[in-house]
Every structure is written in C-alpha cells, then in structure tokens.
Nanobody, 116 residues
Framework: QVQLVESGGGLVQPGGSLRLSCAAS????????MSWYRQHFGKARELVAA????????NYADSVRGRFTISRDNAKNTVYLQMNSLKPEDAAVYFC?????????WGQGTQVTVSS
C-alpha cells in the first residue's frame, strides 16, 4: 500500500522556522523525484520545491528561494522541507508528492499557520 505521510506542520510566529517531513512507504522511494506543494485556501496547489532522486538537483519557487531547503534521506524513505524566516503568506496546507515517469503519489497534507 502506497503511503506518503506528512508531519511537522503547526503554528509558528512570523520569522520562525518549521521542518516538515514526508515519510514514504509502499514504493521504491529512491526512484522517485520528490516535491513539496502548498495550497492556500481557495487557490490552486503550487509547487514549492523539488528534489531529484539522489538529491543532487533541487529547485525552488521564487517566493521561497533562500528561505526553504528541500532534502531527502533515501535510507529513511523521507523527504524534508526546512522552512525558515516564515511569513504570513507561507501559511497553507503543504503536500508532498512523489513522481516517477507517469506515476504520481500525493500525501494528505499538513497545515502550516504563520501568525503572531
């Protein structure tokens, strides 16, 4: 059974940090490019960051570049998103996604709230 389970979301003050994790199971994690998306209420899901199978290539949305870092641990079947200097506009539901060829898997999402 394929699962992607996000964790680490919560409430943080502006300027604070959170680390999201996404634990994968049921598929060969190291074969899949991984990414983080977020969805603001009432808006379309948007790509935040992506990482290649080995972790050697990463890409970021302009809005988070320099503040967020995506990484992965293939031995633990987990992808991470370190979020620093959080802003109120970063508040959203964050989803992880795994993709290999035409196959994609999504997690259920974790809520991030940025508020004082």
């Amino acid at each position: 059974q394929v699962q992607l389970v996000e964790s680490g979301g919560g409430l943080v003050q502006p300027g604070g940090s959170l680390r999201l994790s996404c634990a994968a199971s049921g598929f060969t994690f190291s074969n899949y490019g991984m990414s983080w998306y977020r969805q603001h209420f009432g808006k379309a899901r948007e790509l935040v960051a992506a990482i290649s199978t080995t972790g050697g290539i990463t890409n970021y949305a302009d809005s988070v570049r320099g503040r967020f870092t995506i990484s992965r641990d293939n031995a633990k079947n987990t992808v991470y998103l370190q979020m620093n200097s959080l802003k109120p506009e970063d508040a959203a539901v964050y989803f992880c996604k795994g993709r290999f060829s035409r196959t994609s898997y999504w997690g259920q999402g974790t809520q991030v709230t940025v508020s004082s």
